[in-house]
């Protein structure tokens, strides 16, 4: 790209205060992580099914588990929305909506694993719930125990009173997944997701460890995070969160591309157009950098209000993106690392392994290799980043075996 255009791009993320290293990330240390339970895992028995529900940002999943010889099986899988995504919900009407979700199952197995990607905080067997984000809207449901509402509901629907619930984070699971037998040695592992939401988690002590890090606030925001938490719908909570998750970084990107249009950087056919941009993704990112081999690029809003402005247009949108996506790399690798910091670490031989989970860490355009660069600068030892087919499932499911 020219560098008249670098220079213009440069000049507008500065005045705007858009950093690539963001400042403050340094103090994620001082955030208070939460304890998750126990990481010691007693034998997964061959045969026992496991009713696994997955509470995630955008999705509901559930599904029946079971581990066959070195195998483990899924059954009646079903995908719906997360209950007060789309609709503010009342306590009842929340958890109402969760045991409809799983009625199908109904007396297939005596223990559910509950996978709630949430803050919550651990109680007497329980889960109470601190606080929601990635714009679920349920405010009835905070500071309600998890486990003994929605035993009320299933049992007013029909289960059995003796159906036991283990509720754990979707990191701690992710992090769990890992723990099955492993033909490589690892030398420490974290579990990272950049999806919806943004978490990490480790083991310490033999506890499970869950950071809690997109909740972070101490940071310092540029003016289009500052516009994307004024419009959410918990403003000037989980700024790390909003600042690179996949619920709010279609939407940097788009008020990026706004000031962009008002302060004359794009050409006045591509303003005409943006508006219809609004509820960018990062799935338009890759089928704006990957045109020629993605199928969405044939669909996406970003793409073909690009193609009515210039080239001019075209090299300013993908430098504006990459920055972007840079910007969260650098968030990602300083998340890991501080998560690094505090695992139990077996040598300094062996690769830690980073568990990592998300569609908007694995599908944005360049982010993991990002990532792996920003880690290679700033860690001193090896590591590999891994994805585990059907890892939170999977991690929800032994969960159900911790001692």
Known sequence: ???????????????????????????????????????????????????????GGTNFRSCLVEKKGSQICISEFEKTCMPAVHEELSKRDFYYQIAKNILRLKDKADTIAFCFSYAIEFENGDAKILRFSKEVKAPQAVGTYVCQELKFELIAQGWFPSIKINVLNDTAALLLSGCMPSEKKWGGQIAFILGTGMNSAYIENSQIVVTEC?????????????????????????????????????????????????????????????????????????????????????????????????????????????????????????????????????????????NCNGSTFWKTPHLKQLVENCLRKHLDRRFEIVQIEDDITTGSFVSAFIE
């Open 214 to 354: 997109g909740m972070f606030n101490d940071v310092v925001q540029s003016d289009f995070d500052k516009i994307v938490d004024k419009n959410s719908s918990c403003p000037g909570k989980s700024i790390l969160e909003k600042m690179c998750s996949g619920a709010y970084i279609g939407e940097i990107a788009y008020q990026m591309l706004l000031l962009a249009c008002k302060e004359k950087l794009l050409s006045k056919q591509f303003a005409a157009e943006l508006p219809n941009c609004a509820g960018m993704n990062a799935a338009d990112f890759d089928a704006f950098f990957n045109q020629d081999k993605n199928e969405a690029s044939t669909t996406s809003v970003l793409k073909k209000a690009a193609e009515l402005g210039s080239e001019n247009d075209r090299q300013i949108i993908h430098m504006l993106l990459q920055n972007l996506i840079e910007r969260a790399a650098y968030i990602c690798a300083q998340a890991i690392i501080t998560a690094i910091s505090h695992a139990d670490l077996t040598d300094d031989y062996s690769p830690i392994c980073i």
């Open 1 to 55: 790209m020219g560098n008249a255009i670098h220079s213009t791009v440069e000049k507008f993320l500065n005045s705007h205060n858009f950093s690539l290293e963001v400042k403050g990330l340094e103090h994620l240390d001082s955030l208070q992580p939460i304890a998750a339970g126990s990481a010691k895992l007693g034998a997964v028995q061959e045969g026992k099914k496991i009713i696994v529900i997955d509470a």
